[in-house]
């Protein structure tokens, strides 16, 4: 009866608008970071658009996890909500942990690898970005959303392998002549290869919206 009595009831869908406007902020901190890796202009200008951009995500967050204490009907689980959101923002947290480590570094040219792994996190976000306003209709695009999960998961093993290699790399260039270099480089990847990770998380918390919601 609760149930039925729910199905009557109108949609909360300002949650897609935060979701929207979450996502804008990921694919504009995907980009600077692509453009920063990748040596293109000016890259602190790129690093301090990926703070900003993470300052606003937070917020967005916040009003998203407040809009969900405070509504009725959701347009799908709570707890998926919030972990969707949480998930989303802890991509562009990772990237902005990165560009903490690159100013503390001070480093102004990047490894191949590196570069790599910059185009395929831009790559990722493009995905998830897609992803987002088709989960308004959840069942129509059920197919889409699981190619889209799947994309962003090979992504994130292409972005192991470039993890790997680039360590490989960074080894037998540093190694053994500056191992400060190394320790500097293997940082970066590794907090590269985080950020995929945690665009991964994403695409498994929407396989699971739709697996509950189909």
Known sequence: MISLFK??????DKFFDYFQSHVRTVVGAAGAMKALLAGEGDLEAH????????????DITR??????R???ITPFDRGDIKDLIQSMDDAIDMMH???????????TSFEPGMRDIGVTIAEC????????????????NAHRLSEIAEKVMKA?????????????DLFRKYGKTDPMAYMIGAEIYGELEKVVDRFEDVANEISGIVIENV
């Open 125 to 140: 976000a493009d995905l998830i970005a897609e992803a987002i306003p088709l989960l308004n209709k959840i069942g129509t």
């Open 97 to 107: 942990k990165t560009v903490k480590t690159i100013r503390l570094f001070e480093q």
């Open 47 to 58: 690093c301090s658009r990926i703070v900003t951009l993470e300052n606003e995500a937070d």
């Open 7 to 12: 199905k009557l009831l109108p949609r909360e």
């Open 63 to 68: 009003e998203v996890l407040q809009a969900v």
């Open 70 to 72: 405070r509504s009725f």
């Open 156 to 168: 994130e093993g292409r972005s192991d392998e470039a993890y790997e290699k680039g360590l490989k």
